[in-house]
């Protein structure tokens, strides 16, 4: 019998909506099942500190593997490393237009491009309003290679009553993909 965790990736790109990502890694520890191994940007370090009241240092203490994003060498480099896939969330267009063009310069975009060729499961949160045709061509580009679009929309079916239960609620739909339940997540239903 095979005690091993599920791996699952974890990439925080320079987007507006750091804490989505920390929210994300906050639900995962809770789940005995999985290990987390986080990619975080340089502009992710700095819109972590412009955002949230976290330290750099605080929102890697919630994953179990931290990564260098210059250290290309990584385990999650390669794809004979098994993962369940991965997540950037946020992603921003910046992120969004390296994976998509295959341009793999640091450690966040080739664990992108390894999820890619070993065709596990790659979600990214795109996050920028509005959209040029640009983001829209790199969404349908990565679209077609079999990877998900969740922009971290806002939803009011589920009566959200603070920023808390709106975040709660996107990290939920987004690990839904990986069949991870969430305590707390009001699915759709009258």
């Given at each position: 019998?095979?005690?091993?965790?599920k791996?699952?990736?974890?990439?925080?790109?320079?987007?507006?909506?750091?804490?989505?990502?920390?929210?994300?890694?906050?639900?995962?520890?809770?789940?005995?099942?999985w290990?987390?191994?986080?990619?975080?940007?340089?502009?992710?370090?700095?819109?972590?500190?412009q955002?949230?009241?976290?330290k750099?240092?605080?929102?890697?203490?919630?994953?179990?593997?931290?990564?260098?994003?210059?250290?290309?060498?990584?385990?999650?480099?390669?794809?004979?490393?098994?993962?369940?896939?991965?997540?950037?969330?946020?992603?921003?267009?910046?992120?969004?237009a390296g994976?998509?063009?295959?341009?793999?310069?640091?450690?966040?975009?080739?664990?992108?491009?390894?999820?890619?060729?070993?065709?596990?499961?790659?979600?990214?949160?795109?996050r920028?309003?509005?959209?040029?045709?640009?983001?829209?061509?790199?969404?349908?580009?990565?679209?077609?290679?079999?990877?998900?679009?969740?922009?971290?929309?806002?939803?009011?079916?589920?009566?959200?009553?603070?920023?808390?239960?709106?975040?709660?609620?996107?990290?939920?739909?987004?690990?839904?993909?990986?069949?991870?339940?969430?305590?707390?997540?009001?699915?759709?239903?009258?």
């Amino acid at each position: 019998m095979d005690n091993r965790k599920k791996r699952l990736v974890v990439g925080i790109s320079g987007a507006s909506g750091a804490i989505l990502g920390i929210e994300l890694l906050k639900v995962l520890k809770e789940n005995p099942e999985w290990e987390t191994h986080l990619v975080i940007s340089r502009g992710a370090e700095e819109t972590i500190l412009q955002e949230t009241s976290y330290k750099v240092e605080e929102v890697g203490a919630v994953a179990d593997k931290v990564y260098s994003i210059k250290d290309i060498g990584a385990s999650i480099a390669s794809g004979t490393f098994k993962t369940e896939g991965m997540i950037i969330l946020p992603c921003s267009m910046k992120t969004l237009a390296g994976v998509a063009s295959g341009y793999s310069d640091n450690l966040l975009l080739r664990a992108a491009d390894v999820t890619i060729k070993e065709k596990r499961k790659l979600i990214l949160a795109a996050r920028e309003t509005p959209l040029s045709t640009i983001h829209l061509r790199n969404m349908l580009t990565l679209s077609e290679l079999g990877a998900y679009i969740i922009p971290p929309m806002v939803t009011y079916y589920n009566k959200p009553e603070s920023i808390e239960d709106m975040n709660h609620h996107i990290v939920a739909k987004i690990l839904d993909k990986f069949d991870i339940e969430v305590d707390g997540f009001k699915r759709w239903g009258k």
